[in-house]
């Protein structure tokens, strides 16, 4: 079972261009998450999918933008980069609310 | 909004000794907590998952409490072993459906 899958899991950028990060599914799961992890802040929330066509913001959204696809799939887009982007970034997946979590493998992204 | 604080700072113990860590959350009052594991470089690996209801959950060496009266989560792993060595980090799902997690409690112990 592939389970979450990230792509790229290498990215350096330059200070404002754009990429997306491409997550996928195969576990039929409804919900699908976005978080970015610092040293010593541990998970932050950064979008948040319930199910096809829904996207919630979660507490640092600012400078990205999502797209739920359809069921496998959850995108998520730096329009301008910023340094401050410069972060790992996690996309997961659970089945439903209070069900446990899978998490992929992790996006290194670089701004410069 | 709800807050999960673990301690920030590392633990580390001998080998055979227990590892206790500590999850409190504050402004919520969740009715699941879960504990994952996260090796360097990887994604979280979800452990445990304790109902309200729960008060010890136990897996093989492995047991969380929940005392909602205290807000507060323990976990604990038993006879430590070097592999055990790892970022632990506790979640809930908050009101909204929003899986929200702890900063982590680095965990090394020592043969």
């Known amino acids: 079972n592939a389970g979450v899958t990230q792509t790229p899991k290498f990215q350096v950028l330059k200070t404002g261009q754009s990429m997306t990060l491409q997550c996928a599914q195969d576990m039929n799961h409804n919900s699908m998450y976005w978080y970015r992890q610092d040293p010593g802040m541990g998970l932050r929330l950064i979008y948040y999918s319930a199910s096809e066509g829904t996207t919630d913001k979660g507490e640092v959204p600012n400078g990205y933008n999502v797209s739920r696809l359809n069921k496998r799939e959850f995108s998520l887009r730096l329009e301008s980069a910023a340094p401050s982007q410069t972060s790992v970034y996690f996309c997961?997946?659970?089945?439903?609310?209070?069900?446990?979590?899978?998490f992929g493998q992790g996006t290194r992204l670089t701004v410069v | 909004s709800q807050k999960i604080e673990q301690n920030s700072e590392a633990l580390n113990i001998q080998e055979g000794k227990t590892a206790t860590l500590t999850c409190n959350y504050t402004n919520y009052s969740p009715a699941y907590l879960q504990w994952y594991r996260q090796d360097p470089g990887r994604g979280p690996v979800f452990l445990l998952l304790?109902?309200?209801?729960?008060k010890e959950k136990r897996k093989e060496r492995l047991k969380v409490t929940f005392d909602t009266t205290l807000k507060q989560s323990l976990f604990h792993i038993t006879a430590s072993q070097p592999a055990d060595s790892a970022t632990y980090l506790c979640a809930v799902y908050n009101q909204g459906g929003k899986l929200i997690f702890g900063q982590g409690t680095e965990l090394s112990v020592k043969p």
């Open positions: 997961a997946s659970s089945e439903q609310g209070y069900t446990e979590a899978f």
């Open positions: 304790i109902r309200e209801n729960e």
